[in-house]
């Protein structure tokens, strides 16, 4: 029987970022002993928990590894049982497309008392924000929520035939979606907007017609996405501009900020061509008038680029990483069943903790599986990602390398020790490993995850780089990517002294110095939070 003290809260989490997240959301996260979440929720989010809450990861993004729906439900079930306020936190909104039923039937057979929160749904927040209206008394008098995830499933004679359709995870079948409209008697002038993570910083928008969209979008990342499909796209750019003599305290609505409709409601500052504006006071940021590059993996949100933006600067976002699961899960799957015969676990990456954890989830184990094994990461991002999981990491090695974890490492007599490294497939910290062996430490490395270089760099991208003050990397393996790319297209050497070579570490410079020949600022401090200070610093006068 469930204890009465216990209760789970299924929770909208909207989109993007807190400011789109609803006041009772707000409340039952400020209170939450466990919250159990999806990974494309906002990170941010997970700050407004208390401290020691336990916070669970289950996925739940398409082609990525995740929790059963039964292993789900078997968590919230369990931690109601013991008495604790449970949050289920989903993207969007519970009800649309948020697979919430199964999770309520489980809660009421095991007697667990719940609520349900409203979220604003993607389906309506993502063409907002792209300037984009749904309704028009003239050209859409009405439209079809629908999700791709199984296209062969819809009736697209009769879809083909209304005013306006959203379209949820359709991003990987964009060409099947295309043709079916097609087949049956939609135009190849109508309108598509794609909208790529709206309400993120790294909001993307490509529009287009039936016709050339997937031709504009071929070899782009546009997961996840909210696809806009009628002649309603075309309002576009008449719902984007504010007149010239409004202040800011009278824009309750929309302004348009480098092409993208932003929402000013229950925003107190934003930062606008390198001005922070709040409403009264404008001043002068650090960056401001700073165009910089961030390079980063494809498809993850970039807290570089929100630390950037807020010192002012412009950033642009060049992908050039691709993470996802390991050609094989079986050796990973192995260790996890033998967890208990391991001394330490080490984690090197955030997507190293992201994806050991989705695993051991989807093994039906949570992170009391990890009871007697010690746990050491290497930096604070890494740490805190632990953190998320309700672990806390026993050893961190202070200078936020792997290099020095084990210069540094709490045990002194590694014999026997047995280790487990779960680590990007191929290319990743073999020194590290050999350190360990050398010492006679037993270490068993299996692959989490798959870290390859993207394909291309999108035109746009490049025709900007000539104009660029900075370029930024965050590991080695970003700056080997990046160049060899660059290579096929006619080499580097468009990245003259004028433009500034950005490092986070030891290791990052290592490879800018063997690829570039330089690198102009390191930061002191091997974080994001360091870099983008060691990147302040540079800009400053004289």
């Not at 309506?124 to 050209?139: E, F, N, Q, R, S």
């Not at 791709?148 to 035939?161: D, S, T, Y």
Request: proline share 5%.
């Amino acid at each position: 029987m469930a204890n009465p003290a216990g209760r789970v809260s299924l929770v909208g989490s909207g989109v993007g970022s807190l400011a789109y997240l609803t006041v009772r959301g707000q409340e039952l996260l400020s209170t939450a002993e466990v919250l159990v979440y999806d990974a494309l929720v906002d990170e941010a989010l997970l700050q407004v928990v208390p401290e020691a809450c336990l916070k669970l990861n289950v996925g739940k993004r398409g082609g990525l590894p995740s929790a059963t729906q039964e292993a789900i439900n078997r968590l919230l079930i369990e931690h109601c049982q013991q008495g604790k306020q449970v949050v289920r936190l989903k993207s969007g909104d519970p009800f649309i497309f948020g697979r919430s039923t199964s999770e309520i039937q489980a809660l009421n057979q095991a007697a667990c008392p719940f609520e349900v929160v409203p979220g604003i749904s993607s389906a309506l927040a993502a063409p907002l924000l792209a300037g984009i209206p749904l309704t028009d008394p003239v050209l859409s008098r009405c439209f079809a929520v629908l999700s791709a995830h199984e296209p062969e499933e819809l009736e697209w004679e009769a879809l083909a035939q209304l005013e306006t359709l959203v379209i949820l995870m359709g991003a990987k079948h964009l060409p099947l979606i295309v043709e079916q409209l097609l087949r049956h008697g939609r135009s190849p002038q109508t309108p598509i907007a794609i909208i790529r993570w709206a309400g993120h910083p790294s909001q993307q928008i490509w529009i287009g017609t039936l016709e050339d969209i997937v031709q504009k979008t071929s070899r782009q990342s546009l997961s996840p996405a909210i696809i806009t499909l009628g002649e309603v796209v075309r309002l576009r750019p008449y719902l984007q501009s504010c007149p010239s003599d409004l202040s800011l305290s009278s824009i309750v609505d929309l302004i348009a900020v480098d092409g993208m409709a932003v929402d000013l409601r229950g925003v107190d500052s934003m930062t606008v061509d390198g001005m922070a504006v709040d409403g009264t006071n404008s001043e002068p940021l650090p960056l401001t008038g700073k165009t910089i590059v961030v390079t980063r993996a494809a498809g993850q949100s970039s807290q570089f680029t929100h630390l950037l933006q807020q010192q002012g600067a412009r950033v642009i976002e060049m992908p050039a990483l691709e993470i996802g699961q390991p050609s094989s899960w079986q050796e990973l799957d192995q260790a996890i069943a033998q967890l208990s015969q391991f001394d330490w676990l080490i984690l090197t990456s955030t997507n190293g903790v992201h994806y050991f954890f989705e695993r051991l989830l989807a093994q039906g184990k949570d992170a009391r599986a990890l009871a007697g094994l010690k746990v050491a990461v290497v930096g604070q991002k890494t740490a805190d990602s632990l953190k998320q999981q309700g672990i806390q990491p026993d050893y961190v090695p202070p200078d936020f390398v792997a290099d020095s974890l084990i210069e540094h490492f709490p045990e002194q007599d590694l014999a026997g020790l047995k280790i487990l490294f779960p680590r990007v497939e191929t290319g990743g910290r073999e020194v590290l490993v050999k350190e360990f062996v050398a010492r006679q430490a037993i270490v068993t490395e299996v692959a989490a995850y798959q870290s390859v270089c993207v394909q291309e760099i999108s035109p746009e991208i490049l025709t900007q780089l000539s104009k660029v003050d900075m370029i930024t990397f965050a590991s080695s393996k970003t700056v080997n990517c990046v160049c060899q790319l660059l290579e096929t297209r006619g080499g580097i050497s468009r990245w003259d002294q004028s433009i500034c070579i950005a490092s986070i570490g030891p290791q990052t410079s290592a490879a800018c110095r063997q690829w570039l020949g330089r690198v102009d600022v390191e930061a002191e401090d091997y974080t994001l939070e360091g870099l983008t200070q060691a990147i302040v610093t540079w800009a400053k006068p004289g």
